[in-house]
C-alpha cells in the first residue's frame, strides 16, 4: 500500500510539473506561441523574451510553486519518507523539462516532450524541504543573473548553491542526507537540458542578460538621422529654360 501511495504521489508530481504555465501566460497576454521563441523552452527566462519582465516573473513562481508543493504533498503523505520527498520533486522537474502535454513530433516523425530547463521547480523542491533556502538562493541567483548575465550558469548554479546548503546542514545533523541527494540529482538534470547552452557558451555565442546588454546600449553611439534629398522644383527649372530659349530669340 505504501509502495502505491509513493508511485502515486510521484505520477502527481510529474503530471502537475508538465503543466507548461510559461506557455499559457505568454499565450494569454501576447498570443504568441513561446515555444517558437529564442529558445523554444517554457521557462522564466523565455517567457521574459516573450512577453516581458512581468510574464517571466509570473511563470517562475508558478514553475517555483511547482517544486515546493510537490515536496509539500510527499511530506503531508508520508511524513517519515525523506526519499519520497525528494523524488517528488525530482519527478516535477522531469514534467517541467519534458511535459506529457507538450508531445510533438521531430523532423525524423519520433516523438519527443518538450519543457523548460528546470530551474525554477528545482529553486522550489529547495524551498520545500528546506523554506529558509529561499533566502539564500533568491539574493545568489539573482546576482549571479544579474553580474554573469548567462541564464544558464544561474540555473545551474540553483543546484549547486541546494548541494552547498543541505551538505552544511547535514554536517550538522538538522537534515536528512536525501537532500544532498537531490541537489546531486537535479544538478545533472539541469545539465543534461542545458547541453544546447552550454555549448554555445563555449563556443561565445550564449545570448546575454543583466548588466551587460544595459551597459552595451548606453554604450552605443546615438543614430545620426538620415538627411532628406531636398525635392527638385519642376517650376523652376522650366520656368529657367524658358528663360534662357527667350534670351536665345
Known amino acids: 500500500m505504501q509502495y502505491l501511495i509513493g508511485a502515486s504521489v510521484i505520477l502527481l508530481a510529474y503530471i502537475f510539473g508538465s503543466i507548461p504555465f510559461g506557455l499559457l501566460i505568454v499565450k494569454l497576454t501576447t498570443g504568441k506561441d513561446i515555444r517558437q521563441v529564442a529558445s523554444g523552452r517554457t ?3 523565455n517567457a521574459m523574451r516573450a512577453a516581458g519582465l512581468g510574464a517571466g516573473v509570473l511563470t517562475a513562481i508558478m514553475d517555483v510553486l511547482k517544486g515546493a508543493s510537490s515536496v509539500w504533498m510527499a511530506e503531508a503523505v508520508a511524513p517519515h519518507n525523506p526519499w519520497l520527498h ?3 520533486p525530482i519527478a516535477t522537474i522531469i514534467g517541467h523539462n519534458y511535459s506529457i502535454f507538450l508531445a510533438e513530433r521531430n ?3 519520433r516523438i519527443r516532450l518538450r519543457g523548460g530547463a528546470g530551474g525554477g521547480p528545482t529553486f522550489g523542491g ?3 524541504l528546506w523554506w529558509p533556502s529561499i533566502f539564500i538562493i533568491l539574493p545568489i541567483g539573482i546576482i549571479l543573473f544579474w553580474g554573469v548575465g548567462y541564464a544558464s550558469i544561474t540555473t545551474i548554479g540553483v543546484a549547486l548553491i541546494a548541494i ?3 551538505s552544511i546542514r ?3 545533523g538538522v537534515s536528512a542526507g536525501q537532500n544532498i541527494v537531490y541537489g546531486v540529482v537535479a544538478a545533472l538534470l539541469l545539465i543534461w ?3 544546447p547552452n552550454i555549448s554555445a557558451l563555449i563556443q561565445g555565442r550564449e545570448r546575454f542578460h543583466g548588466w551587460r546588454p544595459w551597459r552595451k546600449k548606453a554604450e552605443e553611439p546615438p543614430k545620426a538621422e538620415a538627411t532628406k534629398p ?3 522644383n519642376h517650376n523652376k527649372k522650366h520656368g529657367s529654360s524658358k528663360l534662357i530659349k527667350s534670351k536665345q530669340r
Open 43 to 45: 521557462g522564466g527566462t
Open 170 to 172: 547535514y554536517s550538522h
Open 126 to 128: 529547495a524551498v520545500g
Open 164 to 166: 552547498v546548503i543541505f
Open 193 to 195: 537540458a542545458l547541453r
Open 230 to 232: 531636398k525635392p527638385i
Open 86 to 88: 525528494i523524488l517528488a
Open 107 to 109: 523532423e525524423k516523425g
